[in-house]
């Protein structure tokens, strides 16, 4: 069982930044691959990064590409998400989530994929 909480998420403007963390439970936490996805009010659940257990790996979705940046440190059990230059569709519930699924040629970017998750952080981007 891996137990996973967020925290850094809250109100920014349009063009401002904020970095989430989430913090896993598990001793293995280097054995996971780690993923953050998000929900807006209305919408399906959206893949926003992965990384690889090692952090050598890391793929974005193409909405938040060459803005966020997703980062690990396996000593503290903690994997980070920074997000800059939001945008009001940047807005929803932030989630993280950790999975044993192989890396390989295709990393896990579908809710599916992923066998753990956290409980949600609000991120609200006023333009």
């Known amino acids: 069982q891996v137990q996973l909480v967020e925290s850094g998420g809250g109100l920014v403007q349009a063009g401002g930044s904020l970095k989430l963390s989430c913090a896993a439970s598990?001793?293995?936490?280097?054995?996971?691959?780690m993923g953050w996805f998000r929900q807006a009010p209305g919408k399906e659940r959206e893949f926003a990064a992965a990384?690889?257990?090692?952090?050598?790996?890391?793929t974005y979705a193409d909405s938040v590409k060459g803005r966020f940046t997703i980062s690990r440190d396996n000593a503290k059990n903690t994997v980070y998400l920074q997000m800059n230059s939001l945008k009001s569709e940047d807005t929803a519930v932030y989630y993280c989530?950790?999975?044993?699924?192989?890396?390989?040629?295709?990393?896990?970017?579908?809710?599916?994929?992923?066998?753990?998750w956290g409980q949600g952080a609000q991120v609200t981007v006023s333009s």
């Open positions: 989530a950790a999975t044993t699924a192989t890396w390989g040629f295709a990393p896990p970017k579908t809710p599916r994929e992923y066998d753990y």
């Open positions: 598990a001793r293995t936490f280097s054995s996971y691959h």
């Open positions: 990384i690889s257990r090692g952090g050598g790996g890391q």
